[in-house]
């Protein structure tokens, strides 16, 4: 197996072909390192090689690191559903929230960001493949809940992530990466959003297709940490 160093050496050379493979600049791709159920050693060598960008699902694992990599400067995005009993945790813990997919959320974290005077970027979490079993609001429910939340005091929506439907054939992906842009365009346009401009999308099995679709951040696991050690 390779270190991490030489994975996210690869990763990148592979970002910078797809990038210029549709004509964009390799640099307005950043990795996020999807650091669930990996240790932070292996943080640490991710960010000995240049990265920046933290992605955890759970609030709890995120509180437990931390202390751990307090001495680096770290950019820390929740990346897993957001329960709204965990919401100010997370607030205090994140710099940016990847999955607000709901009303009740956006409300609770604007509240949070009133009283401590701090503004929160967030992205909205889309569920593009209409899976019932999927976190994420539904495209066609996604301008209503733009509409309901983007002048909520604090909270400035920075961008759209979405987890596609798994295929093996990673062009089959390809479709759900393409919506999830054309969402974003939409959005934009419609509801004069200048700051709209992130696309969260593509993770280590189909992130190449992803850059070629207008991906902003890939978010990362397995190849670059190696193997995930199971959730207890
Ligand atoms: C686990 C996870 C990733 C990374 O997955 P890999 O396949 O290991 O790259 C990315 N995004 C989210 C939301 C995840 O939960």
């Known amino acids: 197996m390779n270190g991490v160093a030489e994975n996210l050496r690869r990763i990148r050379e592979k970002i910078a072909e797809a990038a ?6 390799p640099e307005e791709v950043k990795i996020l390192g999807a650091a669930k159920g990996q240790s932070t050693e292996k943080i640490r060598e991710a960010v000995a090689e240049g990265l920046t960008l933290i992605g955890e699902n759970y609030v709890q694992e995120a509180e437990k690191k931390k202390p751990f990599l307090s001495d680096l400067s770290l950019t820390w995005h929740l ?17 940016l929230i990847e999955t607000v997919d709901r009303i009740e959320i956006a409300e609770k974290l604007s509240k949070l960001c009133q009283k401590t005077g701090r503004r929160l970027p967030v992205f909205i979490e889309v569920n593009v493949g209409g899976e019932e079993n999927k976190k994420g609001i539904l495209p066609e429910a996604l301008p209503e809940l733009i509409r309901h939340i983007k002048d909520l005091p604090g909270l400035e929506i920075r961008g759209l992530m979405c987890i596609p ?9 390809r479709p759900y990466f393409r919506r999830l842009r054309e969402l974003r365009d939409e959005l934009q346009e419609k509801f004069d959003l200048p700051a709209l401009t992130e696309l969260s999308m593509g993770m280590s099995h189909d992130f190449e297709v992803a850059v070629e679709e207008g991906a902003t951040i890939v978010r990362i696991g397995t190849a670059l940490f190696g193997p995930r050690t199971p959730k207890k």
Not at 20 to 25: A, D, I, S, T
Not at 165 to 173: G, K, Q
Request: hydrophobic share 40%.
């Open 20 to 25: 210029l493979r549709v004509g964009r600049k």
């Open 79 to 95: 990346i897993g559903h957001l329960q709204k009993n965990k919401a100010k945790k997370a607030f205090e813990l994140f710099d």
């Open 165 to 173: 439907p798994y295929f093996e054939d990673v062009e089959a992906v």
